[in-house]
Every structure is written in structure tokens, then in C-alpha cells.
């Protein structure tokens, strides 16, 4: 059991940077491998990156790969997404999630979401 807030959105100008922060309590941290989703109104939520519980091995859709950096500080149960080059299709709803189970890219493999942090990217 652990419980999420999202923290970092904001409106930024295409090109610029944010950094979102995920910040966890209950559980047992470093126990949960982490993703963040994005969701942009009337489109169904999607996978953005993935991090292992160890934070040794990393994955991110296309879109992103590149340009977005995930990582975590498990001492400080901190997850964290660096968006860089954001343009207007970053847009969206995001979504800090964790989960127990083996699987990354799919919604309904994480059973634990942060309530969402709005990004907007202005041109």
C-alpha cells in the first residue's frame, strides 16, 4: 500500500523544461517500480516512462525517448520526470502510479496513482 501526490506542473513555452515530482508515503518505497502516464482530453491515458524499484533500468514510448528522464531517490521516496524540448503534444494530465507486479507500459498493471499534475505547453 502506498499513496502518491504529484507535484511540478505548470505552463512552460514550447521548448521549455519542467520537472514533475512524485512524492510517496506508506509502503515500502523501493519495494514499487514506478511509471508516469499522461492524459490529454478526449484521449485515452497513456504510458510516458518506467522505472525499476532500483532504479537500475529505465523505459519510455517514443514520444518522450529523448527528450523526458525518469528517476528515483528511494531514500527519500521521491519519484521524479524531467521534461525537456516540451512542445504542445506533451499537453496533458500526468500521473505518477506505482505497482508490485511485473509489467510497465499498461495502465492497468499499476495498482497505486497520484490525483494528477496539469502540464500545459503554450506555442
Known amino acids: 500500500q502506498v499513496q502518491l501526490v504529484e507535484f511540478g506542473g505548470g505552463l512552460v513555452q514550447t521548448g521549455g523544461s519542467l520537472r514533475l515530482s512524485c512524492a510517496a508515503s506508506?509502503?515500502?518505497?523501493?519495494?514499487?517500480?514506478i511509471g508516469w502516464f499522461r492524459q490529454a482530453p478526449g484521449k485515452e491515458r497513456e504510458f510516458v516512462a518506467a522505472?525499476?524499484?532500483?532504479?537500475?533500468?529505465?523505459y519510455y514510448s517514443d514520444s518522450v525517448k529523448g527528450r523526458f528522464t525518469i528517476s528515483r531517490d528511494n531514500a527519500k521516496r521521491q519519484g521524479f520526470l524531467q521534461m525537456n524540448s516540451l512542445d504542445v503534444e506533451d499537453t496533458g494530465v500526468y500521473y505518477c502510479?506505482?505497482?508490485?507486479?511485473?509489467?510497465?507500459?499498461?495502465?492497468?498493471?499499476?495498482?497505486?496513482w497520484g490525483q494528477g499534475t496539469q502540464v500545459t505547453v503554450s506555442s
Open positions: 522505472i525499476t524499484s532500483s532504479g537500475g533500468v529505465t
Open positions: 502510479a506505482a505497482s508490485l507486479q511485473i509489467g510497465l507500459s499498461y495502465a492497468y498493471e499499476y495498482n497505486y
Open positions: 506508506g509502503g515500502t518505497f523501493s519495494s514499487y517500480r
